[in-house]
């Protein structure tokens, strides 16, 4: 729940718990609950519930499909995020972590205050939890979910006190074994843990853990280990070489950065991976490290495109004494599938243009590379932003129009929402001199820097609003003209303003944009 919370936009509406909520996920027969608001479980509503019995109860849910795979993957990142507390972390199978604090919990003030930053730092990602410390897995993972409070704590000499009144679901047992234990007259852990072991094993002659509440009764008490399988996390992509003798000749240097440059591709074409930043590091004799780094405008592993972003950049390592070691490392990645390639193994022109993006920057530098990318505006100036070629989109190019069915737009011009625009648009309108027929018609004669030009054509007007949830009340309109002079140039004129508007003098007129 969570995590839809924080890729939804209708999150504020179910976070208020005004109404009954549920994400739902696909089972054996049909849908069935995933997870539920507060609403819905005052509806006394369930998870593993299917859609169709909850909404005979309660008519008024809401339900939206869950995504149990991005759940999982996040969270097997705060499990590896959770390894702040302890090397040895977790996810329980479930929507839950655990953490092995044996010997850990001092570094932090004791137990207590271990419980209270936990559930600071979850609480500030997002993440309310519910968060208990027990000397067993299953004794925390009953406490967490079952006790009371929300931060529960067990020593050894309490954990059986503690965990009698829970019920016996809290031993993580499938639904069929608490319906068999409820129809027993067990639904407490005291009342099951005070019936005679031989009885229930007859009952429950079963090795699966889930279903046999004797391994999960041991568990919980600490009878019967029960280890913990730590999430690792994947090893850096790089390659490293030592040599014998220190490198102090840049020949050298670029003769190893080709080799490595092949392993680094390599192994990122075994994961699957493309780079995107690689960095150089050189290990002096001395201590120093020296580092040199690149970026790329797409995902790649080319080894000798990935040697070229490196040109003329070794020159400027200081070598001292000279490298005993050197280091080729991914710093970021992302997943890169294999294309199929043209016949005469050309690139395409995308690849080419990325490729010619990638090293201009490493020569000229990633903030000199610019590429314009849409912004969401309606005023013209407003509707392109310039950013790092590196970093921005490869679509942004694809977005900033989109063509209408009908007539091709005028030769010279781009279209935007089936409306003509200048391929040339100056970054700021220009005021120009206009004579005109009558106050709110188009333009005869117009007077831009210092010439004149008598307009034989015109179109328009094109009335643009402006954006008044980010722009004072003292903003006027503005009406877009295209206009043509006797020589056949065009021109974008816009008149800001109109007679009697109330928000200045009288209007002024304003040049924009180019045709070709």
């Known amino acids: ?13 179910e976070d208020a718990g005004n109404e009954p909520f549920a994400l739902v996920a696909e089972g054996a027969h049909g849908f069935v609950i995933a997870a539920l608001n507060p609403a819905a479980r005052e509806a006394r509503l369930r998870p593993g519930q299917r859609l ?10 809401i339900a939206e499909p869950g995504d149990p795979a991005g759940d999982a993957a996040t969270l097997r990142r705060l499990a590896l995020w959770a390894q702040r507390w302890s090397p040895w972390t977790a996810t329980d199978g479930m929507d839950g972590l655990l953490v092995d604090v044996t010997g850990a919990a001092h570094l932090f003030g004791g137990e207590g205050d271990l419980l209270r930053d936990m559930a600071h730092r979850l609480r500030a990602g997002g993440h309310p939890a519910r968060i208990a410390i027990a000397p067993t897995v299953g004794g925390a993972w009953a406490l967490a979910r079952h006790a009371p409070k929300a931060l529960g704590r067990a020593d050894p000499d309490t954990l059986a006190a503690r965990l009698d009144p829970l019920p016996v679901r809290a031993l993580r047992l499938g639904p069929d074994a608490v319906l068999l234990l409820g129809r027993l007259g067990l639904k407490t852990v005291g009342q099951l843990a005070a019936v005679p072991r031989l009885a229930l094993a007859r009952r429950f002659a079963t090795d699966a853990v889930g279903s046999n509440p004797l391994i999960r009764l041991d568990q919980a008490l600490g009878r019967i280990d029960e280890p913990i399988v730590p999430e690792v996390r994947e090893p850096p992509v790089r390659v490293v070489r030592r040599v014998t003798e220190p490198i102090t000749h840049v020949a050298v240097l670029e003769q190893l950065l080709g080799e490595m440059a092949k392993g680094l591709c390599a192994a990122l074409e075994t994961r699957g991976l493309g780079l995107r930043r690689v960095r150089f590091d050189g290990f002096r004799v001395d201590g120093g490290v020296e580092t040199i780094a690149a970026e790329t ?9 990935l040697v070229r972003l490196f040109d003329g950049k070794l020159e400027t390592l200081d070598a001292g004494f000279g490298f005993d070691a050197v280091v080729l490392a991914a710093e970021r990645h992302e997943p890169l599938d294999d294309a199929q390639v043209h016949l005469l193994e050309r690139e395409s022109g995308d690849a080419l243009l990325a490729r010619l993006v990638d090293r201009l920057s490493a020569k000229l530098g990633p903030d000199r590379v610019r590429s314009a990318v849409a912004v969401q505006s309606h005023v013209p100036e407003r509707s392109l932003a310039w950013r790092s070629a590196l970093g921005a989109p490869a679509q942004a190019a694809a977005q900033v129009g989109t063509r209408r069915t009908g007539p091709p737009p005028a030769r010279g011009s781009r279209e935007i929402l089936g409306v003509p625009r200048p391929i040339r648009l100056l970054d700021r309108p220009e005021p120009v001199s206009v004579l005109y027929a009558t106050p709110e018609g188009a333009p005869r004669r117009f007077v831009w820097r210092k010439l004149s030009h008598l307009v034989a054509r015109s179109e328009g007007p094109e009335r643009i609003a402006p954006e008044w949830w980010r722009e004072r009340s003292t903003v006027r309109l503005r009406d877009y003209y295209r206009v043509e002079d006797e020589a056949g140039r065009r021109y974008w004129l816009f008149r800001e303003g109109l007679e009697g508007d109330d928000r200045g003098g009288s209007p002024a007129w304003f040049l924009h944009g180019l045709f070709a």
């Open 1 to 13: 729940m969570d995590n839809w919370r924080k890729r939804s936009a209708a999150a504020p509406a």
């Open 52 to 61: 169709t019995d909850a909404r005979s109860i309660c008519p008024e849910l």
């Open 297 to 305: 405008a797409r995902a790649m592993r080319s080894p000798a495109h």
